[in-house]
């Protein structure tokens, strides 16, 4: 589905991502690991046409996207969760919800899948009219993964959805990727919680200072005495 080709991205002279050759594959969970400034971040954001000093190649379903900008490449079916989800703090639940579906224009259809995902996500019913501020931290993540999902994505990128969150909500955020993957969503996953990518994630990479330096299945890399040690304190 997303294929990334020797693709690097400068800020001034620095080179923060380094070649990168990656794959993601429709129907997986694709899981990006690394310590804190290996460019997780800035992978995501290139994808998502944050980043405009990039050299190489970004193919979305075999087109080139390298180079459109972030509304387009939404138009095309990507969607980005930032950092800590991102409510617009001042809107209510459904205000965000339904900013969520800036792209489109079926309001019988935006209507059903607000109604499906307050399925899916019953304490986000039950604040509908409260301003996105007062939610708790792991609310506010839920907010955020539902307003992705209001744009009708085919992949969703996600950047540390397990940010300060309790161990309680990290499981129910892997239950909730994992419960989108079945409904048909394709997964980006990047991690600074490298057990929980790993035990949800089809195919992990890790990155070091811009660079990958290691792939493969996620139950594999889980197993992996280098891994243990240098991302899950073994």
Do not use: W
Not at 56 to 79: D, M
Not at 131 to 149: T, Y
């Amino acid at each position: 589905m997303l294929n990334t080709v020797k693709l690097s991205v400068f800020l001034g002279q620095i080179k923060v991502l380094n070649e990168l050759c990656l794959e993601v594959r429709e129907d997986e969970i694709t899981g990006v690991i690394g310590s804190n400034g290996a460019g997780k971040s800035t992978f995501l954001n290139t994808v998502a046409g944050i980043n405009s000093e990039v050299m190489g190649s970004i193919e979305y379903k075999g087109s080139e996207i390298l180079g459109k900008a972030p509304e387009a490449i939404v138009r095309l079916g990507i969607s980005l969760i930032c950092q800590g989800g991102r409510p617009f703090r001042r809107m209510t639940v459904l205000e965000n919800l339904e900013l969520g579906a800036f792209i489109r224009s079926d309001l019988g259809g935006i209507k059903e899948d607000i109604d499906s995902i307050l399925q899916t996500f019953p304490n986000l019913k039950q604040r509908l009219k409260m301003p996105a501020g007062n939610l708790s931290g792991g609310e506010q993540q839920m907010l955020a993964i539902s307003r992705s999902l209001m744009s009708s994505p085919d992949l969703i990128m996600m950047d540390e959805p397990t940010f300060g969150l309790s161990p309680l909500m990290v499981k129910e955020v892997g239950r909730v990727i994992n419960k989108l993957r079945q409904q048909g969503k394709t997964i980006l996953l990047v991690e600074q919680n490298a057990h929980m990518a790993l035990k949800v994630a089809d195919r992990a990479y890790v990155f070091e200072v811009g660079k990958i330096v290691m792939e493969g299945s996620g139950k594999t890399l889980l197993q992996d005495n280098r891994i243990k040690k240098a991302y899950l304190g073994q």
